[in-house]
């Protein structure tokens, strides 16, 4: 556990002679808080919800609309997918991934429908693919951004996005990016999700445009109006920041 | 080792998934060859998952799960077309991945079995089939001591070397360097290695007329 982060535990029993319910929850100094329920002393399915103490609505919708899973589970779950082609863990794929997918296609500018297809053909893509996946190189939902990504692009463009294949990056071998400094953005999601609520409000305006409404760089500075450094100086302080942040937080 | 690389914006955009078909094969081309650009992209990437992550989960359709669960098992349609070739081919392994999905089949020998077509005695194109409006891509091979016509773009114009090297006002360009030149580069490559200069070419507008001359000997000229 972080350092000062703390540890409460609730019990109650919800109904006269029912089950003993604990709810821990752990509260981190910063904006997180994760919850284990615990009935009668054994510990269920750890929900790992994640939330900002802030957006507390968004946590409840966040929850039913379906348990958030973590990292590894989510790795594990794809790998059971490209081994043993496992429908069960597509499903749990599916539940976790397809509502976020969807919210991305709206976000985007879809219509619901649009979006409900969008999300079926990247979960469509995440079967095939599931092989392709290598969990020291970059974490599920990144994988998955990149799917859904090139799905877009496919639909809506009728383009391809060309994709730089594990195989090469075997083979070249370099110290410049050794395989600790990979597994760093393999690891990071939950940590780059709160270095990103940190950023100052021009430079996400810069990556919602970006990831969101499909805008290449020189596009934002038109739409917003700014000179091109303006808009490649947030690019570059944004990235710089997520590098600054995590080798010290993964310690 | 590797001098010039493209910007990180273009990293950014390319992560992101926004640059144009041909754009994006120069960058993940020189990406196949380059670990530090690499690793930018990757941090892109994972800014884009957390980027996902942080959205709110609509519900899906009733039913969706269903409907995909019932299209597992058929068979991988392309929607776009392949053009894409066993890696395994001899020579193939000499082309980077990326790229090697635009060419048709790389025989022994590497670049040297691919079907130039001799533009002039000095330089010789292989046009890829990627047909985007106002983009031009292609390999341009040209010979030791060759010269390009002094000549200026409208657009942009993506140079990433494959094979050999040039120079130019900029410095000097070796397997796995990007060029990115746009219209406040006036431009004079020279071919200064032994051995011909192989590099994928990415215009993305018609570029500026420096003069009848340079228009007819001049297929960087030409889209």
Not at chain 1, 107 to 121: C, K
Not at chain 2, 11 to 22: I, N, Q, S
Not at chain 2, 144 to 162: D, I, K, Q, W
Request: with cysteine; charged share 25%.
């Amino acid at each position: 556990m972080r350092d000062g982060s703390t540890v409460r535990d609730t019990s109650r029993v919800i109904r006269p002679g029912g089950p003993r319910v604990v709810l821990h929850y752990r509260l981190t100094v910063g904006l997180d808080m994760s919850t284990a329920f615990v009935i009668d002393g054994v510990p269920q399915l750890n929900l790992g919800v994640r939330f900002r103490s802030r957006d507390r609505d968004a946590a409840t919708r966040m929850m039913q609309a379906g348990a958030r899973l973590d990292n590894d589970r989510l790795c594990d779950l794809i790998e059971a997918v490209a081994q043993h082609k496992d429908r069960r863990a597509f499903s749990e794929l599916f539940r976790h991934f397809a509502p976020r997918l969807k919210a991305f296609g709206i976000r985007q500018g879809s219509d619901a429908a649009t979006a409900d297809e969008l999300a079926q053909e990247a979960m469509l893509a995440l079967w095939r693919k599931a092989a392709t996946f290598d969990r020291s190189r970059a974490s599920a939902t990144t994988w998955v951004f990149t799917i859904v990504r090139n799905k877009r692009i496919d639909m809506f463009r009728r383009q391809r996005h060309p994709e730089v294949a594990l195989d090469e990056a075997a083979e070249q071998p370099s110290e410049e990016a050794a395989p600790d400094d990979r597994l760093q953005w393999s690891t990071a999601g939950d940590l780059l999700s709160r270095v990103l609520a940190t950023l100052p409000q021009d430079q996400i305006v810069v990556l919602q445009k970006a990831f969101y409404e499909d805008k290449s760089h020189s596009v934002i500075a038109e739409e917003l109006n700014l000179p091109l450094g303006t808009v490649k100086s947030r690019i570059r302080l944004g990235l710089a920041r997520l590098r600054q942040a995590l080798p010290e937080e993964q310690l | 080792m590797i001098n010039h690389h493209p910007p990180l914006e273009l990293l950014f955009d390319y992560a992101a998934g926004t640059l144009p078909e041909p754009v994006a094969l120069a960058v993940a081309t020189h990406a196949a060859l380059c670990p530090m650009c690499r690793d930018d992209i990757d941090a892109a990437e994972a800014l884009g998952g957390a980027m996902l992550d942080t959205l709110t989960p609509v519900p899906m359709q009733e039913g969706a799960l269903d409907a995909v669960l019932a299209r597992l098992d058929e068979p991988e349609v392309e929607t776009l077309a392949a053009n894409s070739i066993a890696a395994s081919e001899e020579g193939a392994h000499m082309i980077p991945g990326p790229l090697r999905r635009y060419l048709g089949a790389v025989r022994a020998g590497g670049w040297d079995s691919l079907p130039w077509r001799g533009i002039t005695r000095a330089l010789e194109e292989i046009r890829l089939p990627i047909r985007m409006p106002g983009f031009k891509v292609s390999l341009m091979r040209l010979a030791p001591g060759a010269t390009v016509p002094v000549h200026t773009h409208r657009g942009v114009e993506y140079t990433l070397v494959l094979s050999g090297g040039f120079s130019d006002e900029t410095g000097e360009y070796l397997p796995g360097d990007f060029a990115c030149k746009d219209q406040s580069h006036v431009h004079r490559p020279v071919v200064d290695t032994d051995e011909p200069c192989i590099s994928l070419v990415v215009l993305d507008a018609p570029v500026k007329l420096t003069g009848m001359v340079g228009r007819l000997v001049n297929p960087f000229l030409r889209m």
